[in-house]
């Protein structure tokens, strides 16, 4: 009995991680042109994401961008040296973390500080100042039920890659029914009398 309850309980824990899921935008499907230039341009909203009328989407092709990718050639930088950058969905999201440095050009920013908010522009949470350098640097947050994002920064530039974040689907009736019956038998199994 106890092994059938343990077995009931990790096929619930697996059905219920399926429902949600992290998904990582690396900015790789944009084509920058070897210039930075607005995500706006390219795509309005990019990946369900609103990213901001300062959100840009370069490649390491630019001058002093070089280190700029995590990952691929693209990257997000933030334009015109935009020390607040809104990130918004219509759909609530969790917000994972994203890996950000900073460029190999002048006026550079050594700290970001990404707050999240839900749909009634509630602080769910706050990164507070991070430190950032020419390394990448992966800044979790963890927060969820978010509709946007800011992210502050020092007075310059800073590049994001491999954003990541997860939204919850809702489970389908049958799959939540048939959890819910299978915890009813168990339940009901063990009250029966012992021969």
Known sequence: MKKLLIGLLASAGMLLA????ATVINFDDLNAAGKNSAIKTKADP?????????????DTK???????????????????????????????FTFLGAWFAIPAVAATSDWINISGYDANKALIGSTGNVAISASYLWVAANFANVSSLTITAEQGFFVMDDFSFSRTSVPEPGALLLLCLGLAALGAARRLPRR
């Open 18 to 21: 399926s429902f949600a899921h």
């Open 46 to 58: 990019y990946q369900t994401f609103n990213w901001g009328t300062y959100g840009y989407v370069g």
């Open 62 to 92: 630019v001058t002093g961008y070089a280190n700029a990718a995590h990952s691929g050639t693209n990257f997000f930088v933030n334009g015109f040296q935009s020390s607040s950058l809104s990130i918004g969905s219509t759909e609530a």
